[in-house]
């Protein structure tokens, strides 16, 4: 039987959907761990419900969430600061809920997140393609990527690489 995969970038998200691919991302990436990630509390979770649609994409595998690419919309002297580590990642997230987020012209790729038995199948690679091509008709001049994984390096050069945006690099 063939797999059916689905994007939210396509059809839409429900906001349970949203809190199981956040139990995803918060699984994989130990968020709870380390208080420099975005943390996936109440707070974040309904901002980017009411917010962020665009700028997340929800995969499923017949009707099953496995996975999510999420990107934050950045202006350019967000970006600056998140760069050069003047802001954690968690202080950058807070500053883009804090402000409008019309005026963006960077795409940070901030996560992406697969269940194991979905991986290495390009559902984040196309996660991520999907959803720049929603947003590019906004100047999106730059992406930026903090890459804690050789797979995520692998997978934010692709981007770069199909997109054929600039590709910023935050050292861990």
Same mark, same amino acid.
Request: proline share 4%; aromatic share 10%; hydrophobic share 35%.
């Given at each position: 039987?063939? +797999?059916?995969?689905?994007?939210? $970038?396509?059809?839409?998200?429900?906001? +349970?959907?949203?809190? +199981?691919?956040?139990?995803? %991302?918060? /699984?994989?990436? *130990?968020?709870?761990?380390?208080?420099?990630?975005?943390?996936?509390?109440?707070?974040?979770?309904?901002?980017?419900?009411?917010?962020?649609?665009?700028?997340?994409?929800?995969? /499923?595998?017949?009707?099953?969430?496995?996975?999510?690419?999420?990107?934050?919309?950045?202006?350019? @002297?967000?970006?600056?600061?998140?760069? $050069? &580590?003047?802001?954690?990642? %968690?202080?950058?997230?807070?500053?883009?809920?804090?402000? !409008?987020?019309?005026?963006? $012209?960077?795409?940070?790729? %901030?996560?992406?997140?697969?269940?194991?038995?979905?991986? #290495?199948?390009g559902l984040a690679f196309q996660?991520? @393609?999907?959803?720049? *091509? /929603?947003? /590019?008709?906004? &100047?999106?001049?730059?992406?930026?990527?903090?890459?804690?994984? *050789? %797979?995520?390096? #692998?997978?934010?050069?692709?981007?770069? +690489?199909?997109?054929?945006?600039?590709?910023?690099? #935050?050292? !861990?």
């Open positions: 039987m063939m +797999e059916k995969i689905t994007y939210s $970038s396509d059809e839409g998200f429900t906001f +349970e959907e949203l809190l +199981e691919a956040a139990k995803i %991302a918060e /699984k994989y990436f *130990e968020l709870e761990d380390n208080p420099e990630m975005m943390q996936a509390s109440d707070e974040n979770i309904k901002y980017i419900y009411d917010n962020l649609h665009d700028f997340l994409n929800i995969i /499923k595998v017949n009707n099953k969430v496995v996975g999510s690419t999420f990107i934050f919309p950045c202006s350019e @002297k967000q970006m600056s600061k998140f760069i $050069s &580590k003047k802001i954690s990642e %968690a202080e950058l997230f807070e500053d883009i809920m804090n402000k !409008p987020i019309t005026n963006f $012209s960077a795409l940070y790729l %901030a996560g992406a997140t697969i269940t194991p038995e979905y991986r #290495r199948k996660g991520f @393609k999907k959803t720049i *091509e /929603k947003v /590019k008709t906004r &100047k999106i001049t730059k992406l930026l990527y903090w890459p804690l994984l *050789e %797979a995520g390096e #692998r997978l934010c050069r692709k981007i770069a +690489e199909t997109t054929k945006l600039p590709l910023i690099k #935050r050292n !861990p």
